[in-house]
């Protein structure tokens, strides 16, 4: 991969996207190696939580890279899109969790992508933003419906239409991050919550992220019913019954189903 790094330890593998002469901005090429590696860590059963972040001290993702679309035409934006929408599926639906480490910028498609993620670190420097009116275009890779869902549709229009980018402890005052910790300890603590979550239940952990995203949608007594069906499922596993016995043993359950 040539803008990708992948490190797995532990369980958990840290996503690095490396373009640093860009800002990490997304390009065809890093989009065609997000999905490749994508498809190949769902297919993995050493891994658990993904941690997805950027290379360097400045950026996250400066968003999609703007040297390359400047001369798209309607076909090659449609083309673009549809390719960048493969692995910002994968991110938000693959078993393992996804955390964005969002390290500096998160503009455009770099705020879409962490976004995609199912939970967001900042480090204090970090800058959320959707600037794509300012280029003429609008958010394409999920941000005006994203947005929206994370942070209400009030402060997903303001933050589109004026462009204005928010600090770290503003996107987490409005809930668009988890947690904002010194750039420091960003990845510590990233790696601190990964680890937490890779030793709960893995298939449970799967099937609960799958029950919140397809209920978000759903009306809520579908949703709960939705819900239901799934926590039968989940009794089916040996984890449950290695989960509860081991409770009622007051021993530490060894939960191993993914
Ligand atoms: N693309 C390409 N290059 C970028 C870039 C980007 N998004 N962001 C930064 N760079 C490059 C700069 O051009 C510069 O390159 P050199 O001049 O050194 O060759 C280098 O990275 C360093 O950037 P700066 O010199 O600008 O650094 P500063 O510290 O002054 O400013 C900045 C940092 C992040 C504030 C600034 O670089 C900036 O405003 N960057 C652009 C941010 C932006 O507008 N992002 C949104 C891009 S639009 C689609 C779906 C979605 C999208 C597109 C299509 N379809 C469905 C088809 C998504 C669109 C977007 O994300």
Redesign the pocket.
């Known amino acids: 991969m040539n803008n990708l790094r992948l490190e797995v330890e532990n369980e958990i593998a840290v996503l690095t996207i490396s373009r640093p002469?860009?800002?990490n901005?997304?390009n065809s090429e890093t989009l065609n190696e997000l999905n490749e590696v994508l498809s190949d860590i769902e297919k993995r059963d050493d891994i658990k939580v993904v941690i997805l972040t950027g290379d360097g001290e400045?950026?996250f993702v400066?968003?999609?890279?703007?040297?390359?679309?400047v001369n798209?035409t309607a076909a090659e934006?449609?083309a673009?899109?549809m390719r960048?929408?493969e692995p910002f599926f994968k991110l938000m639906n693959m078993r393992q969790v996804t955390i964005a480490a969002v390290n500096g910028?998160a503009?455009?498609?770099?705020c879409?992508i962490s976004m995609a993620c199912d939970i967001r670190i900042a480090s204090d420097n970090a800058r959320f933003g959707q600037?794509?009116t300012?280029?003429g275009?609008i958010?394409?890779?999920g941000?005006t419906q994203r947005l929206a869902r994370l942070v209400g549709m009030g402060r997903a229009k303001e933050m589109i239409f004026t462009c204005d980018?928010i600090k770290a402890d503003e996107a987490y005052r409005i809930g668009l991050v988890n947690k904002v910790v010194p750039q420091a300890e960003l990845m510590d603590t990233a790696k601190a919550m990964a680890a937490k979550i890779a030793s709960k239940g893995s298939y449970a952990n799967a099937i609960a992220k799958a029950a919140i995203n397809n209920g978000y949608d759903m009306d809520i007594k579908n949703a709960v019913e939705m819900e239901a069906n799934l926590f039968g499922i989940t009794c089916s596993t040996n984890d449950k019954k290695e989960g509860m016995t081991a409770f009622l043993e007051k021993r530490a359950a060894d939960l191993t189903d993914f």
């Open positions: 002469k860009a800002l901005a997304l400045k950026a400066a968003g999609a890279d703007i040297a390359e679309m798209f934006a449609r673009f899109g960048a929408s910028f503009l455009g498609g770099g879409e600037p794509e300012g280029l275009i958010p394409g890779f941000g980018a």
